[in-house]
């Protein structure tokens, strides 16, 4: 007990000395003026190789072209999305970048609530009536799915390809696809395209299953839009030994499991999108509604071509025309 | 051994210096001073006994000697010179063994590698070299007179085989000091006097060996010194040539205590406990009760006798509704309670003081007056329709304490904390009351003489109150002092039935160890 | 020793081996903090540690907003430590409470969304009944089985965890999906929401959450029914002696924990998230784990440790914003502390410690438990 008393008053003179040094330094000094941006994160961890990193990474390339600082908070629970706002708020920072759909709501009030501040939210629709300051950045899913097809199209020896989607009612699914389908039947006009919507994207075994099916049908090549059921579709497709196509981000990178088989992704240049997105900021001011971003802004792209040597010949420069005609206008793959 | 070797012993032993001394030790707990100036001193090569009552702070002392306490003054010598004990393994490196009451065995470990446990023999720097131990461990029983199987799983060995294993795992530390706690309280006589043979054969060789116990006629048959403690304070020593039981009893317990039960004539009333063909199966579903019938009318105590594990637990169990019957009929008061939930047959007046009481008459974590209330906790004044009622459960509690004379710092104080005889003081105090039937399996096992005196004289009293008292005893002295007619079971079966005043105890015995009187 | 001295000797034996965990714990993360940032833009700082906690304690304590920010954040963690705390009593290991937790939040997020036009008081009261009877219901299964079949409810309720996420992502796609959003939600819940108390964000759901803390200190110490579960859990045998039924108070025990559960999902729901989707995330769930094991399954003991644990939420932005130190520092904080309670030898031995017999219960409670049969 004489041991338990004298502990105490250790930790408490201890406690003193923290609370000491805690009114002493609020923060931090040093760290840059200008244009402070604050990023909020999806559920997940910063370097996911997905969405967050990636935003992250354009908003540091951002700040540094506008002269800014950039901070991020990792969300850790969906409960934490409102006040890992309300913390940038309440710093003081200008500009605050959101991550995900799931976070939109709380974007879209904090938005309403504090119009001096400049709100981005990545894969967020904003519907009318939208604030002045909350812009969704969003993608032609269409286009990068168009570009999609044009690999697939040139790698099939079946001339059978599939792609597999999550739900039929959500549309940048259906456009990825639609770009995908019209590309290959630009490419090849007696291509098979087989598409199949499991209509849920949670489910890795359904996924593995639609493709395992195509596969049985003779397609070669799975384009994946679905999620983490489109996970299991690639696990089908590198189990088979066939290509399979990515989606959103460069999945080579972020879907180790589907490492050997994946040879490009329809890829959302996020990167690009929120650097793009701070400088636009600094240079006009409030940007409200919604930004897509497509061929014309880098917006969208195929990743790098991988697992394939060589690389059939002329499919780069096909890849590249595409995108010119996009930028140009003179290509607009269907987005139904 | 005749009287005059061991006076020649003795004479031979006073010339050297003890082996260990305790001196002025004193340990204070909250609320009680357990330990108040003790000295102790054990002489090589004998056996020292250490006598009191529950409570008495027998155990207090030996925990400090064994690492397990620190004591708040006085000084532990070893061969003259002053030692500090830290922690049993402490006192294992100084050659303190230590047999607990209840085995410290890990039961579905081997015999040697139990022996081994905390001082291995290795081959190499991963492989346990049990081959060796077992040798060594055949070596050392041999040398004090028993054959022990070093391979056999300690859970297949009887208690008596279990507690050797425990001595053998202290010899095999080499232990030159063996402390027993409460050595024979789960033994049967036989077993008892084996163990008494190894304890003499280890003296001769030169163990010291401190002998907790409160059975007297043990102690006088064994010690070579008795060291009577009494509330903390060492209240005398004698000279087990020169004294009686009653004499070691009165001093133990600190007035003059009668070892015999004073009862009178029974009047037995009306049955209240019938049972018919009644057949139990254990937790491996053999089959340990085989048709019993008996019958126990108010006013009467029937006594069961038997060696332990005969089916005695099986029928308790079964009649209290803690075990489903196979078939036959239990009835109270003329109602059919077969098969019927512990509440249900609790309901009809049913006390019970199980043979294990940490298992299940205690919570252990829990303090005197919870424990106090736990068959009763519904009940008013206890609880007032949901909410208990703290104040009337204390009263309760601070009832009990006083009218059973339980050593408790007060009724808050955890009942872990407390001795095993006011653990099992507890327990009677609960169970014992107005009720029709009072059940009691091994009411007094591990209790001093002060308590089981009161206990029996309770009993008594509950029976002339008009009870039914049904007794269950490992201990046959305790079935023939108290009760009017004695049941012997043997393999589920009971096999002989007396009346108190005609029953022979060899007859009994022989039909315990047996089932037949030839 | 004086009556006070003697109160607080009494509650620092108590609480010595989790205050120390957490010191312990926080130390080495300062070590973690040091060593990484050698390796991070800040370049080696050995300071670090004390901006950073300072910057922790800033944004949990440092202004009502803080203050605010951690009680809200400590809220769902009472009633979810509460939970698991009320089975850790009764001998029961309670992982499904992250189950719980969402069949609460999706229970009152549906309900919320059906009642959001009518009166607050209706809304609130029943949306909250809702997500209490969700969880309950959901833990009652395995309480059944545990009492009934001798299943597991440790291998019950991690099985009931998945099962519950995978029906809740089917449910809130296809059966109650709310029409105008762009992805499966439920809709607004309107005047279901909790109605904000103090500041901007401190919700009913705190002195509910505050209350239930006494409230469940009252049934374990003051009712019949906390002695049969007390009973229960520290010794079944004897709980089967005394005529207690195990057969019902296991079963109902669940139920009770799972009603924690379910209402620890049904405040977040309608004080903080608003609507339910099938990405939402049931940390509260294992963080009560620990809570319960901190505070010792006491309830007052779990108060403190979920406003420690509240605190640590509460703060974690600011720290990352104001030093660069990344959130999941918080993670290691709170998985230490749980070790170093796990493994109270560790404790003891850095501050010579002698009490024994000091270790956290759950532990013990998972171990006695595993194999054993519920008997009636």
């Known amino acids: 007990m004489r041991e338990g008393t004298l502990l105490m008053k250790r930790s408490v003179v201890l406690l003193a000395l923290l609370a000491l040094v805690v009114t002493a330094c609020g923060s931090l000094p040093g760290l840059g003026s200008g244009l402070k941006i604050g990023m909020v994160t999806d559920i997940g961890q910063l370097e996911d190789k997905s969405f967050n990193e990636f935003s992250w990474k354009g908003v540091q390339d951002g700040a540094r072209a506008v002269g800014g600082t950039a901070t991020n908070i990792v969300t850790k629970d969906t409960a934490d999305y409102k006040q890992n706002i309300q913390q940038f708020i309440d710093q003081k920072y200008d500009v605050i970048v959101t991550v995900g759909f799931l976070i939109g709501t709380d974007t879209l009030n904090a938005a309403k609530a504090n119009p001096t501040v400049q709100f981005f939210g990545v894969d967020q629709f904003v519907a009318d009536p939208a604030p002045a300051n909350y812009q969704g950045l969003l993608f032609a899913e269409n286009q990068a799915g168009y570009l999609a097809g044009i690999v697939a199209a040139n790698i099939t020896k079946s001339n059978k390809i599939g792609a597999v989607g999550g739900r039929s009612d959500v549309p940048p699914v259906v456009a990825y696809i639609a770009g995908y389908t019209a590309a290959a039947k630009a490419e090849k006009p007696n291509i098979q395209v087989l598409v199949n919507y499991t209509e849920d994207f949670n489910a890795p075994d359904k996924g593995e299953a639609s493709a395992k099916t195509m596969i049985g049908q003779g397609a070669d090549v799975i384009f994946q839009v679905a999620g983490l059921t489109g996970a299991g579709a690639l696990r089908a497709a590198c189990n088979a030994k066939v290509y399979g196509i990515g989606v959103d981000v460069d999945q080579y990178l972020s879907l180790p499991d589907a490492k050997a088989c994946i040879i490009t992704s329809a890829e959302k240049k996020l990167q690009i999108a929120t650097a793009e997105a701070i400088k636009r900021f600094k240079d006009k001011g409030k940007q409200g509604g919604n930004f897509f971003n497509d061929a014309k802004n880098g917006g969208v792209a195929a990743s790098e071509i991988r697992n394939l040597t060589p690389v059939p010949a002329g499919l780069q420069d096909k890849l590249n025309k595409a995108l010119e005609d996009m930028k140009s206008g003179k290509l607009n793959p269907p987005t139904k | 051994m005749t009287g005059q070797e061991r006076v020649a012993e003795k004479a031979a032993r006073s ?72 922690d049993p393994a402490d006192a294992i490196a100084r050659g303190i063994g230590m047999v607990h009451q209840h085995f410290m065995l890990v039961p579905v470990l081997s015999v040697a590698e139990n022996v081994m446990l905390g001082s291995e023999v290795m081959r190499g720097p991963v492989l346990l070299d049990v081959g060796e131990a077992a040798k060594r461990i055949r070596a050392l029983a041999e040398q004090v007179g028993f054959t022990i199987d070093p391979g056999a799983r300690v859970e297949q060995l009887s208690v008596g085989q279990q507690q050797r294993v425990e001595i053998v795992k202290a010899l095999y530390r080499r232990a030159r000091i063996l402390v027993l706690d409460e050595p024979t309280a789960v033994l049967t006589p036989q077993e008892t006097d084996e163990i008494f043979t190894v304890l003499r054969r280890l003296r001769t060789e030169g163990t010291s060996i401190v002998f907790i116990s409160h059975k007297l006629d043990e102690v006088l048959r064994i010690a070579d010194r008795i060291t009577v403690i009494r509330r903390g304070k060492v209240v005398g020593e004698l000279d087990p040539g020169a004294t009686t039981e009653q004499e070691c009893a009165d001093l133990m317990v600190g007035r003059s205590v009668s070892l015999k039960v004073d009862r009178g004539v029974a009047h037995p009333g009306e049955p209240v406990l019938s049972v018919r063909g009644l057949v139990v199966r254990d937790d491996r579903g053999h089959e ?215 029953a022979e105890r060899d007859k009994i015995g022989l039909l315990m160890a047996r089932g037949q009187a030839a | ?343 109270n030898l560790i404790v003891r031995r850095v501050f010579r410690l002698r009490a024994p017999g000091l270790g956290i219960e759950g532990a013990t409670t998972v171990t006695r438990t595993w194999g054993e049969q519920v008997r009636g």
């Open chain 2, 288 to 502: 340990t009760v085989r048709g019993v019938d008996l019958e126990i009318r108010s006013g009467e105590i029937v006594g069961i006798a038997g060696v332990a594990g005969n089916g005695q637990e099986e029928l308790v169990e079964a009649i209290t509704g803690l075990r489903k019957p196979s078939a036959g009929h239990v009835s109270l008061t003329g109602r059919d309670v077969t098969g019927a939930a512990p509440r249900a047959v609790r309901d009809r007046g049913v006390g019970y003081v199980p043979a294990d009481r940490q298992r299940y008459g205690l919570v252990l974590g829990f303090p005197v007056d919870d424990n106090t209330v736990l068959t009763e906790y519904l009940n008013e004044p206890y609880a007032h329709g949901v909410v208990r009622d703290d104040r009337a459960i204390r009263k309760r509690a601070e009832t009990l304490i006083v009218e059973f004379d339980i050593r408790a710092p007060g009724p808050d104080v955890r009942v872990s904390t407390l001795s095993g005889g006011n653990q099992q003081k507890v327990v009677v105090a609960r169970e014992f009351g107005g009720d029709k039937l009072l059940i009691l399996d091994q009411p007094t096992r591990g209790i001093d003489v002060g308590s089981t005196e009161f206990i029996h004289k309770r009993t008594v009293e509950q029976r002339d109150a008009g009870s039914a008292v049904l007794l269950v005893s490992a201990d046959l002295d305790e079935v023939l002092e108290l009760s009017d007619r004695v049941l012997v079971i043997h393999r589920g079966r009971i096999v002989g039935e007396f009346d108190a005043a005609s």
């Open chain 3, 1 to 343: 020793m004086s009556g006070a001295r003697a109160r607080l000797g009494s509650w620092w034996r108590l609480a010595q081996l989790p205050v120390l965990a957490i010191v312990l714990a926080l130390v080495i993360a300062a070590a973690i903090i040091i060593v990484s940032s050698a390796f991070t833009g800040t370049g080696f700082f050995p300071l670090l540690p004390l901006f950073a906690y300072g910057a922790l304690f800033a944004g949990a304590f440092a202004s009502d907003i803080a203050l605010n920010n951690t009680l809200v954040a400590a809220a769902p963690l009472m009633l979810g430590g509460l939970a698991i705390g009320l089975g850790f009593k009764a001998g029961l290991f309670n992982i499904g409470v992250a189950g719980q937790f969402l069949a609460g939040a999706f229970a009152s997020a549906v309900v919320g969304a059906a009642l959001a036009q009518q009166p607050v008081a209706l809304a609130v009261t029943a949306s909250l009944l809702a997500a209490g009877a969700a969880g309950a219901a959901l833990a009652f299964i395995p309480g059944w089985l545990k009492a009934h079949t001798g299943a597991h409810e440790v291998v019950t309720t991690i099985m009931l965890n998945n099962a519950t996420a995978l029906l809740l992502a089917w449910a809130v796609t296809d059966l109650v999906r709310a029409p105008v959003f762009t992805f499966p939600r439920t809709g607004e819940i309107g005047n279901s929401a909790l109605p904000v108390l103090l500041g901007r964000n401190l919700h009913l759901g705190v002195p509910l959450a505050l209350i239930t803390i006494f409230a469940v200190r009252w049934l374990l110490e003051r009712t019949t029914l906390g002695f049969e579960i007390r009973t229960v859990g520290a010794n079944p045998n004897a709980a089967r002696y005394a005529g207690m039924p195990p057969l019902v108070i296991v079963p109902l025990t669940m139920a009770l924990s799972g009603l924690l559960g379910g209402l620890a999902g049904g405040i977040q729901m309608l004080g903080v998230i608003g609507f339910y989707a099938s990405g939402i995330s049931a940390s509260v769930g294992f963080d009560s784990i620990a809570v319960a094991l901190l505070g010792r399954s006491d309830p007052i003991g779990i108060l403190f440790a979920a406003i420690l644990f509240g605190a640590f939420r509460a703060g974690a932005p600011l720290m990352q914003i104001t030093t660069s130190v990344p959130i999941e520092i918080i993670d290691i904080i709170q998985a230490l502390i749980i070790l170093f309670l796990a493994a």
């Open chain 2, 15 to 86: 010339s050297t210096s003890p082996a260990l001394e305790m001196r002025g030790i004193t340990k204070r707990f909250p609320g009680t001073l357990a330990n108040d100036g003790i000295d102790l001193e054990i002489r090589p090569g004998e056996i020292h006994a250490l006598l009191g009552e529950n409570g008495a702070g027998k155990s207090t002392l030996m925990n400090i000697l064994y690492g397990l306490l620190t004591p708040d003054s006085g000084e532990i010598l070893m061969d003259g010179a002053t030692v500090t004990i830290r």
